[in-house]
């Protein structure tokens, strides 16, 4: 088999079997260090000039769906991928000087754009040195405050259980990052928004999980913001400046109206543009949790099981689930120990909570909550009734 590269197509193929789209061709042409490659990029030297034939797979049926495509390279650049040979000639044949210059120029804002993310990791690693060899991750805010490089990095350290949790935040914006980025580049210039919850209006003390669909897809987010009153928070015991970056804190009672401004300012506070529009619950086509609890709500409606019962196995299936994520870190460590019994903790970033469970024991008990103090009442709540 060996490794390969992936050519993405500006325009997808639907399978001819299954239907299904095919977005992309594979091909050992190029380096075949398991590159992306889009239109436009530089996708070998500057003196490549060819044109490569390739066969279309689809990935959902696993079959050659008997159709060739053609990838054309000229000076080294990506120029497009077409359906014959002909095509694919007149494509080279239409590469120009003027045009030419025009596409380095964008490949050199891409080097530029590079080069700046590059940097943006080293300087976060750096900080994530110096804050923890430095150990001021253990300091009261006030003794931190004149650390200026913190302003660079706060939203992933300050808060953080741990350095795995704080790389884990900076990967996150990232992926969101570059998902806006691209939306925005695809021409898409509102995101619709919702939520799951039900919530009175106004509420003083609320927080709401926000999805957006496309942006939960392409991060793979089990929800993409967290909306949180100022008020809920204080009651929680938690510090805004402790937060990751997509938690966003609003004083003001509950609203679809305060929901989406607080979207919206977290795009502009970003540097993105997008329209924001609130849509029903009933008309998102689902992602992330929401999309995964319809797929097992209509596989057990198939089956005609009770209410009561479908609750009863979401539920145990939720557990199970949970336990398995939670075993499966391996920076999971005993944290808490009550009445015989020792519980873990973990950070689930994605999700912005603590999770833990009772260790030892031939029964998944899992816990909960957004800060140690309250994990480790639920853990002692969940020891009492597992005595009883």
């Known amino acids: 088999m060996g490794m390969f590269d992936t050519i993405y197509f500006d325009k997808k193929y639907a399978c001819p079997i299954c239907n299904a789209e095919i977005d992309s061709v594979q091909t050992k042409e190029f380096e075949n260090l398991l590159n992306n490659y889009y239109v436009k990029d530089c996708i070998s030297h500057a003196e490549d000039v060819r044109i490569i034939k390739g066969e279309l797979f689809c990935d959902a049926c696993s079959k050659h769906i008997g159709k060739n495509i053609y990838i054309v390279v000229a000076r080294g650049i990506l120029l497009g991928i077409t359906d014959t040979l002909e095509d694919a000639r007149n494509l080279l044949n239409s590469l120009n000087l003027g045009k030419l210059t025009l596409w380095y120029h964008d490949l050199y804002q891409k080097y530029i754009n590079e080069r700046k993310e590059k940097k943006s990791y080293r300087r976060f690693l750096s900080n994530l040195c110096n804050w923890y060899n430095k150990g001021l991750y253990k300091k009261p805010d006030e003794q931190i405050t004149e650390q200026l490089w913190l302003m660079w990095s706060k939203r992933y350290l300050k808060g953080a259980l741990n350095p795995i949790e704080s790389i884990e935040r900076f990967l996150t914006s990232k992926k969101m990052e570059k998902a806006l980025n691209k939306l925005w580049n695809e021409g898409q210039e509102i995101l619709d928004i919702y939520y799951p919850e039900d919530i009175d209006q106004g509420e003083e003390l609320w927080s709401v999980d926000v999805y957006q669909d496309e942006l939960n897809e392409r991060c793979h987010l089990n929800w993409t913001w967290t909306v949180i009153s100022k008020k809920q928070l204080e009651l929680d015991s938690e510090k805004e400046d402790h937060q990751p970056g997509w938690v966003i804190v609003m004083d003001a009672p509950f609203s679809d109206e305060v929901v989406r401004e607080a979207i919206e300012k977290w795009l502009r506070d970003n540097g993105y543009k997008f329209e924001v529009r609130m849509?029903?619950?009933?008309?998102?086509?689902?992602?992330?949790?929401?999309?995964?609890?319809?797929?097992?709500?209509?596989?057990?409606?198939?089956?005609?099981?009770?209410?009561?019962?479908?609750?009863?196995?979401?539920?145990?299936?939720?557990?199970?689930?949970?336990?398995?994520?939670?075993?499966?870190?391996?920076?999971?460590?005993?944290?808490?120990?009550?009445?015989?019994?020792?519980?873990?903790?973990?950070?689930?970033?994605e999700n912005d909570r603590l999770l833990g469970k009772i260790e030892d024991i031939d029964k998944d008990i899992v816990y909960e909550g957004k800060t140690v103090k309250e994990c480790e009442q639920k853990f002692r709540e969940a020891i009492d009734q597992y005595l009883t």
């Open 279 to 349: 849509i029903s619950f009933e008309e998102a086509k689902g992602s992330g949790m929401v999309k995964k609890l319809r797929e097992m709500v209509e596989i057990k409606k198939e089956e005609t099981i009770p209410f009561e019962t479908l609750e009863k196995q979401l539920a145990e299936e939720t557990i199970k689930e949970t336990a398995g994520f939670i075993v499966s870190k391996k920076d999971r460590k005993r944290v808490f120990y009550y009445k015989g019994f020792y519980g873990s903790l973990i950070p689930d970033v």
